[in-house]
């Protein structure tokens, strides 16, 4: 038997703690922040997005290197570019739109990379059957005896809870490492189940209150800006719905503003990856707001929106710059 693209993966829940001990035996990983992949090896190589794309022609070096591994596999992996220091995402979806030439010139200059958790397939062998501990295992052993180099990469595995909490450091947020998946031991692969779990890295930031959804004395989100090195105001993060409690708070102080607005005029997405402009209310932007958030980053930009937590009247917008 022989497994064929498109396979769905096997998804997660996110949480917002680690589970407690002893409920069962839990293996932690670390996640990546980069694009969720199915890597088919062997003389006919596929490079399978999570909803089933093929994105072969725009990472040639990974589709190059899938068919001279010398065994025919089906690996799921977390497809990345190293820049600067971190993974960069933004220069990975950047290289996503590329084809052709662009494509080969482009890998280059931004090589991709696989960080492999997974091991569905090796040699016909159909292995979503076999606990986690075991393909696991496999996953090891294929690795230890093909000698993967780049730009093939074993995700950080480990059973041990106070390492995992380590990996939650915004250190390790810093260098691209989004938070931990927490994944059951001796549980089979369950293509398109959420029955994996994802626990973010969570940090406290500031952000100047820019305009907001829903009316200035009602508000339902909030826009945050954050000034740049020339003093413009530079939208940075949309948050989640306000509790009715925040909503009564800010609406008491905040103040509409008109065309001196530096965003008067302008126009914003209503969400990553979607083409709807979002209708919002410039405010004053005088007011400070703490919230927590997340490490993954596009461009200085927060991409899940952000949890308001409270004012900070101890802080000047001047204070809160990029």
Known sequence: MHLSPPVEPMLARSVTALPPPGTRPVLYEQKADGFRVLVFTGPEPYLQSRRGADLGPAFPEIVRSAAALGVEAVVDAELVVWHNGRLDFTALQHRARLRGPRAEHTALELPAHLITFDLLEIAGAVLMDQPLHQRRSALENLFASLQFAAPWALCPQTADAATARTWLDPAWGAAGVEGLMIKDSGARYRPGERGWQK???????????????????????????????????????????????????????????????????????????????????????????????????????????????????????????E
């Open 199 to 321: 626990l973010r890295t969570r940090m406290s930031a500031e952000g100047i209150i820019g305009a907001v959804t829903g009316t200035v004395h009602a508000p339902r989100s909030l826009l945050l800006g954050r000034l740049d090195t020339r003093g413009r105001l530079r939208l940075v993060a949309r948050s989640t719905p306000l509790s009715r409690n925040a909503a009564a708070e800010l609406g008491a102080v905040l103040r509409p503003a008109g065309a001196e607005h530096p965003w008067w005029g302008r126009e914003f997405s209503a969400g990553w990856g979607t083409r709807g402009l979002l209708v919002f209310q410039p405010v004053v932007p005088d007011l400070v707001a703490e919230v927590d958030v997340d490490t993954a980053l596009d461009l200085g930009r927060h991409r899940h929106p952000v949890r308001y937590v409270r004012l900070r009247d101890d802080m000047a917008p001047g204070d809160v710059r």
